[in-house]
Every structure is written in C-alpha cells, then in structure tokens.
C-alpha cells in the first residue's frame, strides 16, 4: 500500500510492506552482527552497507519500488533513472532522540520500521519551515492560529508502525523526541533488541539509465571516471 503526503511545498509517500514478517525475522538472524563491541550500529559506528546483507535484499528492494512510486509522483516516468543505495544503518534506540538533519548529500532517503515496542513508537517530525512562504518569518507561530493546516504548520509527524517505510526527499530536515534522558545502552543478544525501536535508514542516488543531453541530473554510472 503506498500512501502521498503532501507537505508544502514538498511530499513524502508512505508505503507498508505486507512481508514485514519474513523481513523481521532476516533482522532476529543477523542484526547482531552489526554492532560494535559496544552493542552500538548507525553511521557513526561505521555500519553503513546493510545493503549488501544477502538476508537484507528484499528491504532494499522494496525501498527501490517505494522511490520509483515516489517519482512518479511528479509525473515523471520513474523508469528513466537508475536507483543506487550508497548507503544504509540502522538506528536502534530505547530512550535518545534523533536529533533534527538531513542527508542533503543524497537525492532520496527512506527510513523503514523493523521493530517497534508500543511504548517506544515515537513519532517521527518532518520539518516544513513554512515561514519561508509566509508574509514574514514566523507569523503563524507569533500569532497564534486558531488551527494548523497544510499552509501554516512548520512540521508533520508519523506515528512509526512496523513494515511501515517512509520515502522523501533527501533534502528534508526530520527528526525524533526523546522518551526520557535515561542514558543508551547496547544491545547483546535479540531480548535486547526487541526492547528498542529498530530503524533501517538508507540514501539514494539517481542517476539516468542512458546518457542524457539533459543539463541537470547524474550521468549513468558508466560515464563515470575516476582518476
């Protein structure tokens, strides 16, 4: 099921995945093997090749099917671009925020629920920074609206559901409170795993499937040359 949010002046879809399970249990088999010593995974630990998990292939997949469905939002033919992961984590949290960025040095991002304790589904908050649009910054926010809608609001949150994925631009500021200022802790064995809000996170890069005389846009990979 693939569902458009329209977020002004931008969108994100949000697509479900009916084999969540077999994807959960790829998860159970694997994940600790990617962790450090600290029982600790994301960017900064160096974990950034989900990708190429054997066990892991239909998430990535289904990610690629979910960023065609994305693009052809805007009435572009989404056939006409290859769609390169260069980069996938995870983030696997019980208590700490993540803190408000982007991954601007990417084209698509897509963040995708493994597992979500009821008491861990914090929602995740896309930043709409509608002040650039309004008559002058903040004026929604210093004149306290009688209600939020698509024109005033400055972000849209997304209660998590498992097999749920979110897809947007790479460009687009989000992020996630904190349930409470206990401190992180690693996980070692799947029990622990099971406590925490589970995340697999991933950029994308577009890139034509055939040379283009197209002034913007990356070149098919086979242009490329390193020197």
């Not at 790479?170 to 992180?184: G, K, M, N, T, W």
């Not at 802790?185 to 809000?197: A, H, L, P, Q, V």
Request: glycine content about 4%.
């Amino acid at each position: 099921m693939s569902r458009l949010h329209l977020l002004f002046p931008v969108c994100l879809t949000e697509e479900t995945n009916e084999n969540h399970k077999s994807v959960k249990e790829a998860f159970e088999r694997n994940i600790l093997k990617y962790t450090n010593e600290y029982g600790m995974s994301d960017e900064s630990t160096g974990h950034v090749t989900m990708h190429h998990e054997p066990e892991f292939e239909p998430v990535f997949k289904f990610a690629t099917q979910a960023a065609k469905n994305f693009v052809a939002q805007y009435s572009i033919d989404p056939e006409v671009f290859d769609y390169n992961v260069v980069k996938s984590w995870m983030n696997i949290l019980e208590h700490k925020n993540t803190p408000q960025h982007n991954h601007a040095d990417a084209h698509i991002s897509f963040a995708y629920y493994i597992n979500v304790p009821e008491d861990k589904a914090m929602p995740i908050t896309f930043c709409n920074y509608a002040d650039r649009y309004e008559p002058f910054s903040f004026m929604a926010k210093h004149n306290n609206p009688s209600e939020w809608n698509l024109i005033n609001s400055y972000g849209w949150s997304f209660t998590p559901e498992e097999g749920k994925m979110f897809v947007f631009p790479a460009q687009l500021q989000h992020y996630v409170d904190r349930i409470s200022d206990a401190p992180e802790t690693g996980i070692f064995s799947i029990e622990d795993y099971k406590k925490r809000r589970v995340t697999i996170a991933g950029d994308i890069l577009l890139t034509y499937k055939e040379t283009s005389a197209k002034s913007l846009g990356l070149q098919p990979i086979k242009n490329w040359r390193t020197f």
